[in-house]
T-cell receptor, first 114, second 113 residues
Framework: DVKVTQSSRYLVKRTGEKVFLECVQDMDHENMFWYRQDPGLGLRLIYFSYDVKMKEKGDIPEGYSVSREKKERFSLILESASTNQTSMYLC?????????????FGPGTRLTVL | AQSVTQLGSHVSVSEGALVLLRCNYSSSVPPYLFWYVQYPNQGLQLLLKYTTGATLVKGINGFEAEFKKSETSFHLTKPSAHMSDAAEYFCAVKKGSARQLTFGSGTQLTVLP
């Protein structure tokens, strides 16, 4: 069974803290994605990676950075957390065998910044 | 640029009634279209996808969607709603060469007993 796992389901941090969200996939997928999900806004792409050490900005990269040192792992970093980064964060991965490859999602991390 | 519009952020149906969730897209090239479902406190799960060929696509849990190019629509339907269908549904579009998806804002489906 294919799987995308995220390091935490719930996380509470304080303003100004550095926050790491980890995502691991076991499908040998080339592409990995980080989204944030907010009510009424759907999913918005923060960053994605198409290979180890390669990354591209999504629609809302400000305040975030990412790291992909190994193919199976993609990390989202909040350098200095702010209250407006309180959200649900979803990681996804997909292969490259065709243009209709769907994305597989992790369970999400609900981050609260106080 | 491509975008996805889901009409109706909340839809309520009675158990056993028809489910219709609307999705319209804008794209300068033929798109690849997806419907995902998100149950409470879970990630997204693929319901179905349109690639090329048959315009009526069947998915899991009795859902299907019809691609209508002339209307730039990809509406999701299910003939008879079940209580377990209560969830949030997202339409997404991918331009052929792109890796990323663009998601609609979601429709929360409530099924009334």
């Amino acid at each position: 069974d294919v799987k995308v796992t995220q390091s935490s389901r719930y996380l509470v941090k304080r303003t100004g803290e550095k926050v790491f969200l980890e995502c691991v996939q076991d499908m040998d997928h080339e592409n990995m994605f980080w989204y944030r999900q907010d009510p009424g806004l759907g999913l918005r792409l923060i960053y994605f990676s198409y290979d180890v050490k390669m990354k591209e900005k999504g629609d809302i990269p400000e305040g975030y950075s990412v790291s992909r040192e190994k193919k199976e792992r993609f990390s989202l970093i909040l350098e200095s957390a702010s209250t407006n980064q309180t959200s649900m964060y979803l990681c996804a991965s997909s292969g490259t065998s065709g243009p209709y490859n769907e994305q597989f999602f992790g369970p999400g991390t609900r981050l609260t910044v106080l | 640029a491509q975008s996805v519009t889901q009409l109706g952020s909340h839809v309520s149906v009675s158990e056993g009634a028809l489910v219709l969730l609307r999705c319209n897209y804008s794209s300068s090239v033929p798109p690849y279209l997806f419907w995902y479902v998100q149950y409470p406190n879970q990630g997204l799960q693929l319901l179905l996808k349109y690639t090329t060929g048959a315009t009526l696509v069947k998915g899991i849990n009795g859902f299907e969607a019809e691609f209508k190019k002339s209307e730039t629509s990809f509406h999701l339907t299910k003939p008879s709603a079940h209580m377990s269908d209560a969830a949030e549904y997202f339409c997404a579009v991918k331009k052929g060469s792109a890796r990323q998806l663009t998601f609609g804002s979601g429709t929360q489906l409530t099924v009334l007993p």
